[in-house]
């Protein structure tokens, strides 16, 4: 585990907690709500579990690796959902996700 | 400020909390959820706020005045939006965050 | 996994965030601080992990038995640093912190 | 207020949070930790509130404005004390924190 890797990943955590708002946000003005019910779930969850790997990876926690597997966990439900609809904030979120789970999973091991 | 004071205050912001985070879940599964995107918007920040505002007292910070003063809104707004929905989760929720409201207020003062 | 279940570790979890919370906050003011560090670095993950945790139980997040197992871990090496401080602080806290692990341990299984 | 001025504060505030998680980590391992208090207990409030306020404005909160307000207000109290200290990550913390403060007084006015 390098400075470099650890480093990808807190950014790519960041990132995907911005995406995952902005997703949920965006849905929650979605004409077919009805729809969007699984994002917004998976969105909030990846978004919170994001945002807490990061700031455990910024403090050089001994739980990183634990976290970044629920991490990878969170952003993988999440990418499955949000990449089944074709809104550009559900297919940004989406791409966010998947690069945070590679990231993670590289942590996680 | 007394020491029950915090105490009932930290209280009644994990207490919102907990009520905000099931009614935004309840409402996410409610066959009108077109009529609960505000409920579900309101229902997020409200229990990010109340979370940090717990924690802020549980530690003595001296920002706990000013969290308390944004903590207010939060509820006030969350109260406001689910009070006017006859579901259960709402109405339970409007409660907690009115109880929390006020106990924010004592010590935002 | 039955609802009691649910609530008592969602119960435990906040008690562990306060009792980190207050530990980790009397811990930067003991004179021999020196000796404390490993308390307030371990205070601050395990009240995080727990809040987070906590958060996923109240909504029924699907990410609950991977976040329990999280916070196990959390709480297993926070009671070990705080177990062996005499300060009733710290005693408080590694109580605080065995109860919530066996609570997630229930629940991660 | 403009996007731009939004997006300059979300990236202000998440550059905060980092140096304010390195900045506490760091101040935990120094030698000199008595000194340390003060910097180690406003690193975490201003990380915590930081997160907060990135979070509600990526999401397009109501709640932005008074967030922004007790952000600058952790910002300025971080500040003030991190920059009193000679460490690299005193410095670099101090000065996250005013370039996030300046970018919360204008989204707080």
């Known amino acids: 585990m ?3 890797m650890i ?12 995406a995952c708002e902005e997703c949920a946000a965006a849905c929650l003005s979605e ?3 009805d729809m969007m ?3 917004i779930r998976l969105d909030r969850d990846c978004a919170d579990v994001c945002a807490l790997t990061a700031r455990l990876l910024m403090r050089g926690s001994d739980l990183h690796a634990q976290a970044c597997a629920l991490c990878a966990s969170a ?4 990418a499955a959902e949000c990449g089944q609809h074709h ?3 559900c297919q940004r979120c989406a ?8 990231a993670c999973r590289k942590l996680a091991a």
Do not use: F, K, N, Q
């Not at 480093?7 to 955590?13: F, G, K, L, S, T």
């Not at 952003?75 to 999440?78: G, M, N, V």
């Open 2 to 4: 390098t400075e470099a």
């Open 7 to 18: 480093r990808e990943c807190i950014e790519a955590c960041l990132a995907c907690v911005a």
């Open 87 to 89: 809104h550009d904030h």
């Open 75 to 78: 952003c993988e439900a999440c």
């Open 37 to 39: 019910r699984g994002c």
């Open 31 to 33: 004409p077919e709500i």
């Open 95 to 102: 791409e966010a996700c998947r690069r945070c789970e590679e």
